[in-house]
């Protein structure tokens, strides 16, 4: 199925959504119950398939580290492996840019507060030197 995807949005996310929405791949990966989320229904198949090379991945714990990267939070307690996010939804990819730019924005705070721990570490390794 061709969508329409915002400019601007990292390949990453119009791939996923291709895969998850093609119906063709629906034993392998398929879309949610809550159309907010997809399930890896055959982690072997999606490897052997090589469908995760689309994503410059080999292995399935890349592929994995990828989509947690990218914005996606595994469900717990689900026996099959389930992702969500409150913007990568069924039938509406102009949400895809949402889901782009809090993950970015999330990203840089996790590093600003990673770099003010280690400047405060420093700081304090100084004074200790004195």
């Not at 199925?1 to 791949?25: A, C, Q, W």
């Not at 994995?64 to 717990?76: A, M, P, Q, T, Y």
């Not at 969500?84 to 102009?94: I, K, L, M």
Request: aromatic letters at 12%; a positive charge.
């Amino acid at each position: 199925m061709v969508h329409e995807y915002p400019k601007g949005l990292d390949s990453f996310y119009s791939d996923i959504y291709e895969v998850v929405d093609d119906p063709s791949l629906d034993s392998i990966i398929s879309w949610s119950k809550s159309n907010k989320g997809f399930v890896i229904w055959d982690p072997k198949e999606l490897i052997e398939r090589k469908i995760v090379t689309r994503f410059f991945c080999r292995e399935l714990s890349q592929f994995i580290s990828d989509v947690e990267l990218f914005g996606f939070r595994r469900v717990k307690g689900s026996k099959h492996l389930k992702y969500t996010n409150a913007n990568f939804v069924r039938g509406q990819p102009d949400l895809l840019k949402k889901m782009q730019s809090e993950t970015s924005f999330a990203r840089f705070k996790k590093r600003r507060r990673a770099a003010r721990a280690k400047a405060q570490v420093e700081e304090r390794l100084q004074r200790l030197q004195i």
